[in-house]
């Protein structure tokens, strides 16, 4: 394989991991129209994602070791995942997924408290080009103040929480756990967005379940989505091995392009122009705190690096 070659993959396998989780929503509302509830299609392909990582790498994480992190990490995964998929399938995808981008406001402050680091002027500055972003987009005169306008835009919101947390916990348990193996972890994520999608389905009524005729299809579509979502999230892994953190962080972005398109083209959402003003303040911010990361990163243990490097979605 040519140097060039080996260079581009990875990148490549980044852009591909992006391409999914904005094309997501998609299966998610198809399943929906099928009669199965957000909260049930999430609890139902996180199961299929997770018991397809533990056979597929049985032997990886045959000598897993349980600790407390891995608990929070799990209940972290939980809340993004369903936070996502319930509000791609009930709002507007672009706005919910820029609420979900908030990531950088987030971020610091769940770093200060668990982490430790220090709130530098940057991470604040970053933090509220985010939220003015998140204003300027929400911001309406018929409406007051700009908070979400609905149960599908908090559920966004709270997803990225949700992510930032998650981020933070895979370096905190990169400190304490150091030998964990990415496998592991990636069960982690996929079976904590199963429970607790499965326990938030006891608060969701299923007024049309799935017909008889159709749960060929629905089946279908959820271990389909399950191996989709666990292939992809290995495959990123490895492109985010050999990829610079702060690189990786900008190429991921490349979701918001694929969620712009698809949204258009599927659902016929148009974002208006305060979306646009709004969004491009958030991108901004993701993009230059990926570089604060990049030029302020303290040196630390081992598999700590790598595991920045990792630290990536394992939706749905």
């Not at 936070?83 to 610091?108: C, D, E, K, N, S």
């Amino acid at each position: 394989m040519s140097p060039r070659l080996a260079n581009t993959l990875p990148t490549l396998a980044i852009m591909l991991g992006a391409s999914v989780w904005g094309l997501v929503w998609y299966p998610m509302r198809m399943l929906a129209a099928l009669g199965l509830t957000g909260t049930a299609a999430s609890a139902t392909t996180s199961a299929a994602a997770c018991l397809f990582v533990l056979i597929v790498r049985r032997r990886a994480i045959a000598s897993m070791s349980w600790h407390w992190l891995l608990v929070a990490l799990a209940l972290a995964a939980g809340v993004t995942n369903i936070g996502f998929v319930w509000g791609a399938i009930h709002g507007q995808v672009m706005r919910v997924l820029l609420l979900f981008y908030l990531t950088p406001a987030w971020t610091a402050l769940f770093a200060h408290f668990i982490l430790h680091e220090r709130l530098t002027r940057s991470g604040v500055a970053l933090a509220a080009l985010s939220l003015a972003g998140a204003m300027a987009m929400l911001w309406s005169p018929e409406l007051g103040m700009p908070l979400p306008a609905n149960l599908a835009e908090w559920a966004g919101l709270m997803g990225g929480m949700g992510f930032a947390m998650s981020n933070v916990l895979i370096v905190k348990v990169s400190r304490v756990l150091p030998d964990l193996k990415p496998e592991m972890r990636t069960a982690t994520i996929f079976g904590g967005a199963a429970i607790v999608a499965a326990f938030a389905t006891l608060f969701e009524a299923m007024p049309n379940p799935p017909a008889a005729s159709q749960m060929g299809m629905v089946a279908f579509i959820v271990i389909g989505l399950g191996v989709v979502l666990a292939s992809n999230n290995m495959l990123v892994q490895i492109g985010l091995a050999k990829v610079p953190a702060n690189r990786a962080s900008i190429i991921m972005l490349f979701e918001l392009v694929v969620t712009a398109l698809s949204a258009w083209f599927f659902a016929g959402e148009v974002p208006g122009p305060r979306e646009w003003a709004g969004g491009a303040c958030i991108v901004v911010a993701c993009v230059l705190s990926s570089w604060v990361h990049r030029d302020n990163a303290p040196a630390g243990p081992p598999g700590e690096a790598a595991a920045k490097k990792k630290s990536t979605r394992a939706m749905v």
